[in-house]
């Protein structure tokens, strides 16, 4: 039995990580989903609940998939949980740097690899944070998010107007 790791704020979740999850979970027997609690970022948008309650919609069609929260550090929940491996998108070469510093570093803490997994060009521009603030001014991302998360937003900012 392996169990892959996919990590992040998800703040919200976008087709992109969608995209992730569900391409990692073809490839391992298990995957977690690990909403971190707090993100680093100082505007979050969604709670703790409304961002781990959008990933468990979402992901309902996928057997082999669930949805966790930590605090702290990544490799401690990574060893709680027995994970083998944790699993990250690229967008582009700007990911790669902190990504790669990220991956030596949880290697080196606790021996835990890293798979990187190419995100489908289709969704390399897009980042929850672009998300927030298009869907807090009126721009229209309901091609860029499940239908879920296109429903909270518009409850939280009303229908795009573009
Ligand atoms: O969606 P994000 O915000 O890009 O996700 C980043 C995340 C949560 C995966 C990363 O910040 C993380 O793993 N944070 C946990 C703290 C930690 O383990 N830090 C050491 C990693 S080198």
Redo the contacts with the bound molecule.
């Keep these: 039995m392996a169990t892959a790791l996919c990590?992040?704020?998800?703040?919200p979740v976008t087709n992109g990580?969608l995209d992730i999850i569900e391409r990692t979970s073809r490839y391992f027997d298990e995957v977690i989903v690990?909403v971190?609690r707090n993100?680093?970022?100082s505007e979050a948008l969604f709670t703790l609940e409304e961002r781990q309650e959008m990933l468990r919609e979402v992901t309902a069609h996928l057997d082999n998939v669930s949805v966790g929260s930590?605090k702290?550090?990544?490799?401690?929940f990574a060893k709680e949980h027995r994970a083998d491996a944790?699993v990250?998108g690229l967008r582009a070469v700007s990911d790669f740097d902190y990504e790669l510093?990220?991956?030596?570093?949880?290697q080196n803490?606790t021996g835990i690899d890293t798979f990187f997994i190419s995100t489908n060009p289709k969704y390399s521009f897009l980042a929850?944070s672009l998300v927030r603030e298009v869907a807090r001014f009126g721009g229209d991302v309901s091609s860029m998010v499940p239908a879920v998360v296109m429903k909270r937003l518009v409850e939280r900012f009303g229908e795009p107007r573009s």
């Design positions: 990590p992040g704020s998800f703040d990580h690990a971190i993100p680093q970022k930590f702290g550090l990544l490799v401690e944790i990250k510093q990220m991956a030596q570093m949880n803490l929850s």
